[in-house]
């Protein structure tokens, strides 16, 4: 039913495993409280995607509720060690059983080290802390919303407007049933006033299961380079423009002798004003993605919609609450692919509540809410 939803793991198992990082975390946090961190957090989203006359993607409605408890240790400024746990429930399901119940568990637990100017981390750590700077075309929302986690490892140098990363997604441990599968990736930026170039590139390696069933190795490479222009005025409003080339290399070891070079140019202007934005991505060149009738999600992570040669999102949002602890936004998606367009709403809500994130409170206002006060 849902795109990346994550396996349910055994119901006893899975609440030894909680019930022991709480009692560990509760009796670190008795002696060493001064220097124990902590988080409580809760994500909500709902995306209704009406693709029916796609031949691309599938009309489905994706609706979650993520609680996201976390606990760490740090011994100085430098060196943390944090675990906790990710539990997705999915509204509308039954709670008779653990296989009804639409409940997903997942557990987060990595080091940090963290300086000014570094920062690295090893373990299972969320997502969008990591790659938070790659474009819209590498991942779609259902990536966010159904896998909030990185496996492997995070390294950065640098600040925002100077800084290179390098990572690694541990996605798929092979099993008689699980192909083994990871991501490589890198990217960087730099920036000058209003002027920025910028890469991000991931090489996603999809193998064999463990049980000796040749099934082929395949690879997808993607590599977007881009410079632009970017403006802040203020709180209230940002605006920018971009342009650039994204190349590609996919192969399937089993069936092909030569990989598939797909090049293409692609462009972004978007702009913000008082909590109501629109932000626009293009894509024009060679159709992607071309084992996806054979791998589907397997292999490919992004849009389907770059199978098209001509790819436009256009986005329109609206900001409902922007505050210290929390976010709502509504979102209207347009998609032109295939000489259509196509309709996707999306809902998020982000709750954080912590004791070590230096968060300062906003002071955008957004005259527009005064309409319905």
């Not at 539990?87 to 119940?101: D, F, Q, R, W, Y």
């Not at 040749?214 to 490479?221: H, L, M, Y």
């Not at 190349?247 to 090049?263: F, S, V, W």
């Not at 397997?298 to 389907?304: K, R």
Request: hydrophobic share 40%; net charge positive.
């Amino acid at each position: 039913m849902l795109i990346f939803g994550q396996n349910c793991v055994d119901d006893f198992v899975m609440r030894k495993t909680i019930s022991i990082v709480f009692v560990f975390c509760l009796g670190f946090a008795s002696v060493h409280a001064q220097k124990i961190k902590w988080r409580l957090g809760m994500d909500y989203f709902f995306d209704n995607m009406e693709y029916s006359r796609s031949s691309y993607a599938s009309s489905q409605t994706l609706n979650g509720i993520w609680f996201k408890p976390l606990v760490g240790y740090s011994v100085d400024s430098i060196h943390s060690l944090y675990g906790g746990f990710d539990v997705l429930k999915i509204p509308g399901t039954s709670a008779a059983t653990i296989e009804k119940t639409g409940l997903t568990f997942d557990l987060t637990l990595f080091y940090e080290y963290k300086t000014t100017k570094t920062l690295f981390r090893a373990g299972a750590f969320p997502r969008e802390e990591a790659l938070a700077n790659y474009s819209d075309f590498f991942f779609t929302d259902s990536v966010r919303n159904f896998k909030p986690l990185v496996r492997g490892l995070f390294w950065q140098v640098g600040n925002k407007d100077k800084f290179f990363n390098a990572w690694m997604d541990w996605t798929g441990y092979p099993s008689d049933s699980v192909r083994e599968s990871f991501f490589l990736g890198l990217s960087g930026k730099i920036a000058y006033n209003v002027f920025f170039v910028d890469f991000q590139s991931c090489l996603f390696h999809y193998a064999n299961t463990s049980d000796h069933d040749f099934k082929g190795v395949s690879e997808n490479f993607q590599i977007q380079s881009s410079a632009g222009v970017e403006i802040t005025a203020g709180e209230n409003f940002n605006a920018l423009i971009a342009a650039g080339v994204l190349a590609g290399y996919e192969r399937d070891r089993a069936q092909d002798k030569k990989p598939y070079l797909p090049l293409g140019f692609t462009a972004c202007v978007q702009a913000e004003y008082m909590g109501i934005g629109t932000k626009n991505m293009f894509y024009a060149g060679d159709p992607r993605m071309k084992y996806y009738n054979r791998y589907r999600n397997g292999l490919y992570w992004g849009t389907p919609f770059l199978r098209d040669p001509a790819y436009l999102k256009n986005s329109w949002y609206a900001r409902l609450i922007d505050s210290k602890f929390a976010t709502a936004r509504l979102d209207l998606n347009l998609h032109f692919s295939e000489k259509n367009v196509f309709f996707e709403q999306l809902f998020t809500v982000i709750v954080s509540f912590d004791n070590f994130t230096n968060r300062k409170q906003t002071k955008r206002v957004f005259p527009w809410l005064k309409i319905f006060q």
